[in-house]
């Protein structure tokens, strides 16, 4: 925001007497710098990038085979790269520079951003984004951007070729990610934003986005040789259940984050993600010890990153109450969706990527309509807004997310599959990415 201030010459004394309360209003309102603000986003930052690389990285590695256990760290690294690259070139462009937008029409700008920040022009040392320093703002939004697509790198881990994955992964951030981070984020002008949907940190952007992305990917390029009828168990839990620890110490950075302060909001985010995260995990292994008699390591780290995901876009406007809600349904129905939901359809989402962040992208999102309302311990809906309405219009952003990123995504990989395939030869998939790709092991044996 800029303040403006009007100044008429009509003498010294009756200006400033008349003028005093104008301008120490306007002096509140010029962005200024805040040095607590900014030390807890770089902090924030930090937290996000760590979710990436080593957290989910980690996570994924010790849940495929031992002969592709490099190959999903390869891909995470090499996306955190890519995405980095094309985020300074024209992400962040797409995604938030809000040229030609108005509310009066809908025109280019209600769905993508246009070209005046490329090369992040006129992003400065001196920039502002509210109290922080546009920088700050900038890298903070690209640890989104990186994190999004490297979750849909666990739906078809273990049999895609590398450099189909990069055209992949910069095809589908250009066309999918950056359009939908607009239309949430970027403000008045945008469609879901103007809406009204509620998404605080990333339930549509980032878990819808990227699990429906997972999941087609997984359909169209088909199942691992041998699945189901071979046994794929995870080669290292230890490696997974210390990944799933540092998503969920990181995920601190990613909701109270979004809060672009060191304030009460981000205080709020920061309780009901860990309120979530507990009884997500809870509500999983109990659903796995009362359907399998023994609860598991996996099962529990699983419990924990769907809580995380479903609180995502809860977490500026949801209270205690509601953040124990959303952790207890998300735990239970991501459970289902991972097992008997998947066994029933027959797909192979190798990492359960469908199952955690759609479906507890879905759930979460939705559940974000009833728990904001002040009723149920929330932020409290806008003016005009009731939770029939809040709820429809959750939904609305829901469906429109899923259509959108479904049907673009498709495209994207039967047209890569057409010019040069999607998938390993069979005999380099036996042998494992790992060598076959990467000419490497991950285990000296």
Known sequence: MKAMQVVKNSGWLALLATLAPTLALAQEATPTLSSGDTAWMLTSTALVLFMTIPG?????????????????????????????????LYGYSLAFDTTGMTKEAINLATFMGGLDKAFLSGVTREGLTGTIPETVFVTFQ????????????????????????????????????????????SGDGALMWDWGVLDFAGGTVVHINAGLAGFIACLVIGKRRGYPTTAMPPHNLNFTIIG?????????????????????????????????TAAAALAWMFAEWMTHGKPSV???????????????????????????????????????????????????????VFGVHAVGGMLGAILTGLCADVSLGGAGLAEGMTIGSQLWVQTKGVLFTVAYTSILSFVILKVIDLVMGLRVADEQETEGLDLA??????YNL
């Open 56 to 88: 989910l990285s980690l996570f994924y590695a010790g849940m495929v085979r031992a002969k592709n256990v490099l190959s999903v760290m390869m891909q995470c690294f090499a996306i955190t790269g890519l995405i980095t690259v094309l985020w300074v």
């Open 142 to 185: 690209m640890t989104f951007a990186i994190i999004t697509p490297a979750l849909i790198v666990g739906a078809f881990a273990e049999r895609m070729k590398f450099s189909a994955m990069l055209i992949f992964m910069a095809l589908w951030f250009t066309i999918v990610y950056a359009p939908i981070c607009h239309m949430v984020w």
């Open 244 to 276: 799933a620890s540092m998503l969920w110490v990181g995920w601190f950075g990613f909701n109270a984050g979004s809060a672009l302060a060191s304030n009460a909001s981000a205080g709020m985010a920061m309780l009901v993600t860990q309120i979530a």
């Open 298 to 352: 996996l099962g529990i780290a699983s419990g924990a990153v769907a809580g995380l995901v479903a609180i995502t876009p809860a977490s500026g406007t949801a209270g205690p109450m509601g953040a124990l809600l959303i952790g207890v349904a998300s735990g239970f129905i991501c459970f289902l969706a991972s097992t008997k939901m998947k066994r029933a359809l027959g797909y192979d989402d190798s990492l359960d």
């Open 437 to 442: 790709l990467h000419d490497e092991r991950g």
